[in-house]
Each structure stands twice: as structure tokens, then as C-alpha cells.
């Protein structure tokens, strides 16, 4: 994977639980949580969603890792670009995904993220949607505010 030079930890900034926005073929945008690991993102997703068929039949994504604080003046971003892979479901990687944006406790979670662990993912049809970028383009943009 081709990667730009940055004046950031890229690897510690996506461990946080930011908001990704993946466009597919149409063009299709959508908000999604992920989890970065072993150099790839990982977005939860299944039969309930669009996102599993536009990535089988047009495997060619772009996503958008950003954040931008006006009062500070810091603005980051990454954007990545490849050929999704529909994956089978595998619950401790879903763990580790939600529990970076729901914390460490399942029994405080809102069960509709607590059946993707528990429920067999056959069945309910959930999967993994893998992009490992062919491309990633890093930024700081940030600046001293006014």
C-alpha cells in the first residue's frame, strides 16, 4: 500500500472510534464505524444493509477517515482507496470493533449492537466488509486559529 508521509501516528488516530464514510458505485456515501487492524478496515455490516451487495458487485471503494476542531485548528485526515472483500463474521474481531465505540461493558450496550456477538451470523446474514487500500492518502491540514 502506497502511503504519504504525515506528521501523525495514522495508526493511532484510526484506534479511535471516529466515523468513517465509505462511497461505493452510484455513487453511494454512508457513515460507518470500523476498526482498523492488521492494516485493513473492517466494517460490520449484513442482509439489513446495501452495503454488502454494492461491494459484491462493484468491489472499487473509497473511504474517509476525518476530523476537524474549529476551536483548536486541528484537521486530520485519511483516505483510502481499493477493492472491498465481503468476509465471513468472526465475533472477536466484532467485539473489538464495538467495544471501542460502546466501551468495555456489553450489558450496557443497546442490544441491537449486543445480537451481532450472540446471534449466529448465518442466520442473521452479518459480515465483514474488508477494504486493505491499495492507496492512502494521510493529512494534517491543521492550522493556529484566530
Known amino acids: 500500500m502506497k502511503k504519504a508521509h504525515t506528521a501523525f501516528d495514522v495508526d493511532a488516530f484510526l484506534a479511535r472510534p471516529l466515523t468513517a464514510r465509505i462511497a461505493t458505485r452510484g455513487p453511494t456515501v454512508r457513515p460507518t464505524w470500523f476498526l482498523w487492524e492488521d492494516e485493513a478496515f ?4 449484513g442482509s439489513w444493509a446495501r452495503l454488502e451487495g454494492l461491494v459484491r458487485e462493484h468491489p472499487a471503494v473509497a473511504l474517509v477517515v476525518d476530523e476537524c476542531d474549529l476551536a483548536t485548528g486541528l484537521v486530520r485526515q485519511v483516505i483510502a ?6 468476509l465471513p463474521f468472526d465475533a472477536e474481531r466484532g467485539w473489538r ?3 471501542r465505540y460502546l466501551g468495555p461493558d456489553e450489558d450496557k450496550w443497546d442490544e441491537r449492537f449486543r ?14 466488509v474488508r477494504l486493505r487500500p491499495d492507496r492512502m492518502s494521510v493529512k494534517d491540514l491543521s492550522y493556529a486559529p484566530t
Open 115 to 128: 445480537h451481532y456477538l450472540r446471534d449466529d451470523p448465518a442466520e442473521k446474514g452479518t459480515v465483514w
Open 42 to 45: 473492517w466494517i460490520l455490516t
Open 97 to 99: 470493533k464495538l467495544s
Open 81 to 86: 482507496r481499493g477493492r472491498a472483500e465481503v
